[in-house]
């Protein structure tokens, strides 16, 4: 559900227990250092060489284990769901209709500024987010999503520059907390060997429709207008926050808290 790392999708199989043998029979296989007498042991592998790798499965073997793992968490995919519709409102709102209006406001220097101090608000969520200690992570970090409505809100109702400034750094801020609680979900709720597989669903639902909410924004902001436009962007986002907070697994998925050293 977001800008969203990678890991090996190999596996080590867990070491086969030895088959038990029958009373006063030998075993079925010697081990590699029961050599016979005067037999010198194999000879072990030059110091760098690399083992062979695993032999890789084909592309829809892996594409099949990540939607399996994917699909089967609803807290996954109901954020991803929702990450499809906020992404789509946001590209069509900021990207396709901010510039527009602060051609008529504020101003384009002006509305650079305002997406500055939103990563500036990103910068300090960030860090704030490193000192958290809370249970129901990806809950909190779902919840500061309703940040997501602020810019756009502002955008299209008071198209002015303190307002803005306030807004994106806000928006800015929430929009960390959810990155840094997703990005711990996923990492300590989905196994690390197919962690690569899932996050590539994740990345296709919640940028699918991007291209739908920059191409629609601009017919319906010369329909409609574009305040008009932009606080419907931003109903659009709050409903896609109540919908993920419609999962009982969102609401209640426990975080593991790091223990005092």
């Given at each position: 559900a977001s800008a969203a790392p990678a890991d090996s999708d190999a596996t080590a199989s867990a070491p086969a227990p030895p088959a038990a043998s029958a009373p006063g029979t030998a075993p079925a296989a010697a081990s590699a250092s029961d050599t016979a007498p005067?037999?010198?042991?194999?000879p072990a592998p030059a110091p760098g060489t690399a083992l062979a790798p695993a032999p890789r499965q084909g592309i829809w073997t892996d594409l099949r284990e990540g939607w399996s793992e994917f699909s089967s968490r609803t807290w996954l995919w109901s954020v991803v769901a929702g990450f499809a519709?906020?992404?789509?409102a946001l590209a069509g709102g900021l990207n396709v209709l901010g510039p527009i209006?602060?051609?008529?406001?504020?101003?384009?220097?002006?509305?650079?500024?305002?997406?500055a101090i939103e990563t500036a608000g990103m910068v300090v969520g960030g860090i704030v987010a490193l000192r958290l200690r809370i249970r129901r992570f990806l809950l909190y970090g779902v919840v500061c999503c309703f940040g997501d409505v602020l810019l756009l809100g502002a955008l299209g109702l008071t198209p002015h520059i303190g307002p803005l400034l306030l807004c994106g750094f806000l928006a800015g801020f929430a929009i960390e907390q959810f990155a840094v609680a997703w990005e711990t979900t996923m990492q300590e709720h989905v196994p690390a060997d197919k962690l690569a597989r899932v996050y590539s669903y994740d990345m296709l639902g919640s940028f699918v429709a991007i291209?739908?909410?920059?191409?629609?924004?601009?017919?319906?902001a010369e329909r409609y207008g574009a305040s008009t436009t932009l606080v419907g962007a931003a109903v659009l986002c709050g409903l896609a926050v109540v919908g993920m907070l419609c999962s009982r697994d969102?609401?209640?998925?426990?975080?593991?808290?790091?223990t005092a050293e």
């Open positions: 005067g037999t010198a042991p194999p519709v906020t992404n789509a209006v602060a051609d008529d406001t504020i101003g384009r220097p002006a509305w650079g500024l305002v997406l291209p739908v909410g920059q191409v629609v924004a601009g017919p319906l969102v609401r209640r998925l426990a975080h593991t808290l790091p």
